[in-house]
T-cell receptor
């Protein structure tokens, strides 16, 4: 299995809602990432988990809360989001963060905040 | 921090022609340089990458060249096909380790039949 799977594919949520995005990989990768991608822009790194520990937080607002329950799963908990948070949220994984290698991306969750 | 630029931002070529996209970066410590392709509505996928110990790498119709002194690397696509139409992103990490890549702004390539 060489895929990163994200659920849901689409999500519409109100500004007072709490929701979670899920990401799963079974490639034995030990580094997992959340990226945010706005239309016609490049992916922007949000968080990096290495060996299930948060190693990078790119100054992301606390309304985004990542969680790595185990080496195969990565969640992004959302609470009190703003309309400007509407974007494509991409999860990615790589063998480790000890040496630069290819990042495998999931197909993304398209989030709309209303 | 790392600053990555790409040129051109859009590129249209006739099917069968070649396409070249250039990426410049600012951090001299960078040693790994990937190119990702993102088709409309799809995930970014790695198409080729190069490490700083080589100057060129080729994979069928795709090649990447690296000039570490000048801090730029380029994607070359020969014999372009309509399915090459996509947005191409270069990326550069700020150091040897970690995946906190900074992606370039992207180049939208259109291959006209």
């Amino acid at each position: 299995d060489t895929e990163v799977t994200q659920t849901p594919k689409h999500l519409v949520m109100g500004m007072t809602n709490k929701k979670s995005l899920k990401c799963e990989q079974h490639m034995g990768h030990r580094a997992m990432y959340w990226y945010k991608q706005k239309a016609k822009k490049p992916p922007e790194l949000m968080f990096v988990y290495s060996y299930e520990k948060l190693s990078i937080n790119e100054s992301v607002p606390s309304r985004f809360s990542p969680e790595c329950p185990n080496s195969s799963l990565l969640n992004l908990h959302l609470h009190a989001l703003q309309p400007e948070d509407s974007a494509l949220y991409l999860c990615a994984s790589s063998p480790s963060d000890l040496l630069n290698t290819e990042a495998f991306f999931g197909q993304g969750t398209r989030l709309t905040v209303v | 921090g790392e600053n990555v630029e790409q040129h051109p931002s859009t590129l249209s070529v006739q099917e069968g022609d070649s396409a070249v996209i250039k990426c410049t970066y600012s951090d001299s410590a960078s040693n790994y340089f990937p190119w990702y392709k993102q088709e409309l509505g799809k995930r970014p996928q790695l198409i080729i990458d190069i490490r700083s110990n080589v100057g060129e790498k080729k994979d069928q119709r795709i090649a990447v060249t690296l000039n570490k002194t000048a801090k730029h690397f380029s994607l070359h696509i020969t014999e372009t096909q309509p399915e090459d139409s996509a947005v191409y992103f270069c990326a550069a990490p700020p150091d040897n380790y970690g995946q906190n890549f900074v992606f370039g702004p992207g180049t939208r390539l259109s291959v006209l039949p």
